[in-house]
């Protein structure tokens, strides 16, 4: 028997998955979804969109160190993000800044942070540019964001820039099988059981 479903729409909240950093809410909607009887689940063009909040962001953040940055912490506005820590120089000695920019979707398959302005307190130091900390906190968000890591074809469309949060919206087709549950069977009998019928 094959289950079809002429229009979906469906809210999660509090995701976890995996490696990945904690979603907020997320929603699916679809048309002509469709079960089959192999377990097979098909749902093309679904429409996805995700919430992602200041604070899990930061939990994402916090206690890692990308060659030399440490203590990351984002502030998340409409006209984009602000990323602060500090940078070691020397053991103990670390240098204060401040990286502002945006969230852009590349290729359809990544994100990319593309920095505005960069802000050192103190004196500036050889080789820490702007791009230089661009670059190590894009690969944090690959890894954390990573669509190929997804069981099915996923293709990012935009993310917008609010107060506390940002949104991601994305277009996936799904083909999934998944595996049918067992037939029920019945218990054994325990001690002192007695099974029987009346005749």
């Known amino acids: 028997m094959t ?3 002429d229009l979906a729409d469906i809210r999660l909240r509090g995701l976890r998955p995996g490696a990945m950093l904690r ?5 699916l909607t679809g048309a ?14 679904v429409h996805v969109s995700v919430v992602v909040t200041e604070s899990a962001a930061n939990d994402a953040l916090r206690s890692i160190a990308l060659d030399g940055l440490r203590g990351l912490e984002v ?5 984009g993000l602000c990323i602060s820590g500090r940078y070691a120089i020397a053991g103990p000695i670390t240098v ?6 945006r969230l852009r ?4 398959a990544r994100l990319e942070l593309e920095a505005t302005r960069l802000e050192v307190v103190g004196a500036a130091w050889p ?3 702007t791009g230089f900390v661009q670059d190590r906190i894009n690969g944090r968000i690959n890894s954390l964001m990573a669509t190929g890591a997804l069981p099915f074809a996923a293709r990012l469309l935009d993310v917008a820039h609010e107060t506390g949060r940002l949104t991601l919206r994305a277009e996936c087709d799904i083909d999934l099988r998944t ?17 029987g019928r009346v005749l």
């Open 179 to 195: 595996r049918p549950l067992p037939p029920p069977t019945e218990p054994a009998p325990g001690p002192g059981r007695v099974e």
């Open 75 to 79: 502030t998340i506005g409409p006209a």
């Open 32 to 45: 002509d979804l469709q079960v089959g009887a192999d377990g097979r689940l098909s749902a093309p063009a």
């Open 127 to 129: 080789g820490f540019t």
């Open 3 to 5: 289950i079809r479903v």
């Open 105 to 108: 979707v590349r290729d359809g």
């Open 96 to 101: 204060p800044f401040r990286l502002q920019g």
């Open 23 to 27: 979603i907020e809410e997320a929603r």
